[in-house]
């Protein structure tokens, strides 16, 4: 088979496969028609999908005269993978099919700690969904990690402002451990890439993703294709300017967005509200606001700033859709309302409209999401190219 036709095999298979993925169970008729591929290359790609386990058929559909079809669906229980979400705090894992069903999920928390220990933490936590897998015939099949800061597009990390490592390769290391291809990416980026596949993005071409926990990053999505810059750095929006000569920010400039619309920005002025008083964290004040007037009007002074960066970034991108994730999300009630009075007063008024902003019903899971669906279309590029003659 010469190099053409194999590409072209390579190509038709996976647009197979993706079409049963997104729109099956369907005959191979219907793909026949709705690819505009002949019968016959249908027939054999579609055989070699069900050698390789990536699909089966379920029995026949209905027929428009003539014989029943036989109908064909994507498996997605063949093989499984694993994202993981580092935060600044927190380390969240889950393990979906192949089609991002979440199978399980644990998270750990912690104060800020040093580079070996965290890669010690995310590797009991893979070794813990490893151990909670289902058996399959491909089994866990990657492992994607989203990462609080800048990743460049060998997916090495170059800065996380707010975890202050010393840095070593944490792809390389995952990867000899397991044995398994990983991707690393920003968690904004995953974030986003998660919402537009699995979440509130899904009937959006043109969306942004600001994923809003300690700090705050963002992800861009234009033309259904994730945004990334020369060097894949794009989105560190956290770091934009909004107070001239501002708080001190840990990437060395003043004034950061970050340091007033994240979550530490909120349980900074908290613990000036409280004095230490109590134990606290996200989910403790959101339940505080109910009674205090002093933290309830904290969030609204987050959701304001809030506002002002996402007036910024609507008066740039002139999105169709923006969407706030991760943990300020739990706290959509009380910051809704304050935010969207910014953007109303003072974004432009002509990219208001056809604009939707909303928070994530994925709520903290779009960038694990994200990144487990890196892992499996990884895995299904691979497996489609070993093709046979």
């Known amino acids: 088979m010469s190099w053409n036709q194999q590409l072209v095999k390579v190509n038709n298979k996976s647009l197979i496969l ?36 990536l699909c089966y058929e379920t029995g026949p559909g209905e027929s428009s005269g003539g014989r029943r079809p036989v109908m064909v669906s994507f498996n997605q229980t063949s093989g499984y993978s694993i994202g993981i979400d580092l935060g600044v705090n927190y380390i969240l894992g889950i393990i979906t ?33 490893f151990l909670n897998t289902p058996d399959s015939h491909y089994g866990v099949v990657g492992i994607g990690i989203g990462i609080p800061g800048i990743i460049n597009n060998q997916g090495r990390i170059l800065l996380t402002p707010n975890l202050d490592w010393e840095y070593g390769n ?66 560190e929006m956290g770091h934009m300017i909004i107070q001239t000569d501002g708080r001190e920010c840990s990437c060395g400039s003043n004034g950061c967005w970050e340091l007033y619309a994240s979550e530490k920005a909120l349980l900074e002025e908290a613990n000036h509200i409280l004095k230490d008083e109590q134990p606290f964290n996200l989910e403790a004040l959101i339940e505080l ?14 959701g304001y700033y809030l506002g002002v960066g996402i007036n910024n970034i609507i008066n740039t991108f ?72």
């Open 18 to 53: 993706n079409t049963i993925k997104d729109q099956g169970p369907l005959s191979r008729a219907d793909l026949s028609q709705r690819l505009g591929l002949t019968k016959g290359t249908v027939s054999s790609l579609v055989s070699e999908l069900l050698h390789e386990h």
């Open 97 to 129: 099919d192949l089609n991002g069903t979440i199978i399980d999920k644990t998270t750990t928390h912690f104060q800020k700690t040093t580079y070996s220990n965290t890669v010690l933490a995310i590797k009991n936590i893979i070794r813990n969904l």
């Open 318 to 389: 002139n999105p169709e859709q923006i969407i706030i994730g991760n943990r300020l999300a739990m706290a959509k009630d009380l910051l809704d309302e304050p935010m969207k009075k910014v953007i109303k007063n003072n974004t432009l008024k002509q990219h208001q409209e056809n604009l939707k902003i909303t928070f994530s019903n994925l709520t903290i899971y779009s960038a694990a999401l994200g990144v487990s669906a890196y892992a499996t279309e990884n895995f299904l590029k691979s497996d489609l190219a070993r093709y046979k003659d």
């Open 289 to 302: 606001a109910r009674s205090n007037k002093e933290i309830a009007s904290l969030f609204k002074q987050v």
């Open 170 to 235: 944490l792809l390389e290391e995952i990867q000899q451990e397991f044995q398994l291809p990983v991707i690393i990416e920003n968690e904004a980026n995953a974030g986003a890439y998660g919402e537009k596949f699995f979440g509130a993005g899904r009937n959006y071409e043109n969306l942004i993703y600001v994923s809003a926990g300690i700090g705050i990053g963002v992800g861009m999505i234009f033309n259904n294709k994730l945004y990334k810059g020369t060097n894949g750095f794009s989105g």
